[in-house]
């Protein structure tokens, strides 16, 4: 399995997916034009993408596609709770393009997909899991709070894509982002702090996760180097360090992200 990050903040966000037989997006919040060039650098035809996987409504996570698919003939799986939404904001799809779950796991080729509801302000939100061979990898980003299930439900990735998206101080004392912002972004409903996901990473050591991929960093309220540090205390206060037991690295709102590989 390889995995690839293409894009990730409140401006597009899209993680490329691929198996021996599968190729997939999760997400395609960045423009057509943005999406063909970034898979260009992979040497990916978009006419080889099998499907994109929708996590929800908001733009930053369906801008491109509509317009890709179209062009391209993909699929398109959502859960069956946003499609009404889907339909006035994608425009004019084929019917056999358009595919609904409803938190069963289903498959594409070699590839198991799995669901699992998330809470954030949206008509629904959910993470996926991508199963190959045994071998997992998990995404969860625009999510208020985590909750036992979905560290169960991430425990035993291989690779994880987390949001790490606000610092907490830097957010409460950020002049430009008004109260009703600022409590919307904090809320169970918001997106997750460096702090939070910091504990989060905490708890899945020891569950054959190698690799955290931080994501969706808001660009006025967190850094790259403020997210890292962050989790890299708490393995530290919890006397893990992440050279020996796990590699941290950061999502980029305007450039690929490195490319990971899975292995039997």
Same mark, same amino acid.
């Given at each position: 399995?390889?995995?690839?990050?293409?894009?990730?903040?409140?401006?597009?966000?899209?993680?490329?997916?691929?198996?021996?037989?599968?190729?997939?997006? =999760?997400?395609?919040?960045?423009?057509?034009?943005?999406?063909?060039?970034?898979?260009?650098?992979?040497?990916?035809?978009?006419?080889? =993408?099998?499907?994109?996987?929708?996590?929800?409504?908001?733009?930053?996570?369906?801008?491109?596609?509509?317009?890709?698919?179209?062009?391209?003939?993909?699929?398109?799986?959502?859960?069956?709770? =946003?499609?009404?939404?889907?339909?006035?904001?994608?425009?004019?799809?084929?019917?056999?393009?358009?595919?609904?779950?409803?938190?069963?796991?289903?498959?594409?080729?070699?590839?198991? &997909?799995?669901?699992?509801?998330?809470?954030?302000?949206?008509?629904?939100?959910?993470?996926?899991?991508? &199963? *190959?061979?045994?071998?997992?990898?998990?995404?969860?980003?625009?999510?208020?709070?985590?909750?036992?299930?979905?560290?169960?439900?991430?425990?035993?990735?291989?690779?994880?894509?987390?949001?790490?998206?606000?610092?907490?101080?830097?957010?409460?004392?950020?002049?430009?982002?008004?109260?009703?912002?600022?409590?919307?972004?904090?809320?169970?409903?918001?997106?997750?702090?460096?702090?939070?996901?910091?504990?989060?990473?905490?708890?899945?050591?020891?569950?054959?996760?190698?690799?955290? =991929?931080?994501?969706?960093?808001?660009? *006025?309220?967190?850094?790259?180097?403020?997210?890292?540090?962050?989790?890299?205390?708490?393995?530290?206060?919890?006397?893990?360090?992440?050279?020996?037991?796990?590699?941290?690295?950061?999502?980029?709102?305007?450039?690929?992200?490195? &490319?990971?590989?899975?292995?039997?």
């Amino acid at each position: 399995m390889r995995i690839c990050v293409l894009g990730s903040g409140s401006k597009g966000n899209s993680t490329y997916i691929e198996t021996e037989n599968s190729k997939i997006l =999760i997400d395609a919040g960045l423009s057509k034009c943005d999406l063909e060039r970034r898979l260009s650098l992979l040497n990916i035809n978009p006419y080889d =993408i099998d499907a994109i996987l929708v996590t929800h409504e908001h733009s930053d996570h369906i801008k491109g596609v509509g317009q890709f698919a179209r062009k391209y003939k993909n699929k398109i799986y959502a859960h069956n709770q =946003i499609w009404n939404i889907l339909e006035d904001k994608l425009g004019d799809l084929s019917c056999s393009q358009q595919i609904e779950f409803n938190g069963n796991d289903f498959y594409i080729k070699d590839m198991v &997909i799995q669901s699992f509801d998330v809470d954030h302000d949206s008509q629904h939100c959910v993470g996926f899991s991508v &199963i *190959e061979n045994n071998k997992k990898f998990s995404i969860a980003t625009d999510l208020g709070h985590i909750t036992p299930e979905i560290t169960q439900r991430l425990s035993d990735s291989e690779f994880i894509v987390l949001e790490s998206n606000h610092d907490i101080e830097k957010l409460k004392n950020n002049p430009h982002y008004p109260p009703y912002l600022k409590n919307r972004v904090l809320s169970k409903y918001g997106h997750l702090s460096n702090d939070e996901t910091a504990k989060t990473i905490t708890q899945l050591l020891g569950n054959n996760t190698r690799g955290i =991929i931080l994501a969706h960093l808001s660009e *006025e309220n967190n850094t790259p180097e403020l997210a890292i540090q962050t989790v890299r205390n708490e393995l530290i206060k919890n006397q893990v360090t992440s050279k020996d037991e796990m590699y941290i690295d950061v999502a980029h709102q305007d450039h690929i992200g490195h &490319i990971y590989k899975i292995k039997d």
